[in-house]
């Protein structure tokens, strides 16, 4: 199910000019709720997230996607959530952020974030200065400064 629904996902966010981000499915069979996040280049607004909502439950409803009762909800990705497209990362620009990569050990990286191009994002810690490709991240997480 979770694999059709981020299908549809998918479309119904790219029809409202948005780029999923994520999509969970949580619950049982009694209650299921769908958790979608979605964003755009400018930060998504709340017209969008219920566009996407309104046709998300038409497509479920018309499919029969989902047995039983369920709950949706869509919203921005939020500060906890990893950064995915490159739009992203340009919105924090200046910004400290958390890199743990691809490799054996997911080894992690903090700096601020000063560049953001095709291949990758550039990062300065410290006195260092370091381009990472967007293939060797697994995770990057905005840093807030409590």
């Known amino acids: 199910m979770k694999s059709e629904l981020s299908a549809i996902a998918e479309t119904v966010c790219t029809q409202f000019s948005a780029s999923l981000i994520d999509l969970e499915v949580k619950g049982d069979r009694r209650q299921v709720l769908i958790r979608i996040y979605a964003d755009h280049e400018q930060g998504i607004t709340l017209g969008q997230c ?32 990893s950064l995915q497209f490159p739009f992203q990362y340009k919105r924090h620009l200046g910004k400290e952020i958390k890199i743990v990569r691809n490799d054996v050990e997911k080894s992690e990286v903090r700096g601020v974030l ?7 994002i550039q990062l300065q810690a410290g006195e260092q200065e370091q381009i990472i490709p967007f293939g060797e991240i697994n995770k990057a997480l905005i840093q807030l400064k409590w």
């Open 50 to 81: 219920e566009q996407i909502s309104r046709e998300m439950q038409d497509r479920i409803d018309m499919d029969d996607l989902v047995q039983g009762d369920y709950r949706l909800e869509v919203s921005s990705p939020g500060i906890g959530r």
């Open 114 to 120: 000063t560049a953001v191009q095709d291949e990758g």
